[in-house]
Nanobody
Framework: VQLQASGGGLVEAGGSLRLSCAAPEFIFKFTIMDWYRQAPGKERELVGTVTPAGYTNLVDSVKGRFTISRDNTKNRIELQMNSLKPEDTGVYYC????????WGQGTQVTVSS
């Protein structure tokens, strides 16, 4: 099972990026999906969660700047990141609460100051 994450890149502080993660339909339809990130030298942390019904939650450090959403017609979730800060730099991972844990390959986000 694979989750395909895309959309990372290099951006200046204050800029925006949009991450996307596609999942097989049989996983996506009934599964809670998350975005995690891992900064250099730090543990992986949860950034946001979206349920099959579309309920969302974001970690306090990104509230007001990031939006997590779900497109059930395309079997994917997205993470819209605005007002990016250097501390948002890291590898962002898509995660499905399916089969225990199912992870995407990660996409690098680098925010320069």
């Amino acid at each position: 099972v694979q989750l395909q994450a895309s959309g990372g890149g290099l951006v200046e502080a204050g800029g925006s990026l949009r991450l996307s993660c596609a999942a097989p339909e049989f996983i996506f339809k009934f599964t809670i999906m998350d975005w995690y990130r891992q900064a250099p030298g730090k543990e992986r942390e949860l950034v946001g969660t979206v349920t099959p019904a579309g309920y969302t939650n974001l970690v306090d450090s990104v509230k007001g700047r990031f939006t997590i959403s779900r497109d059930n017609t395309k079997n994917r979730i997205e993470l819209q990141m605005n007002s990016l800060k250097p501390e948002d730099t890291g590898v962002y991972y898509c995660h499905a609460r399916y089969g225990g844990d199912t992870w995407g390959q990660g996409t690098q986000v680098t925010v320069s100051s």
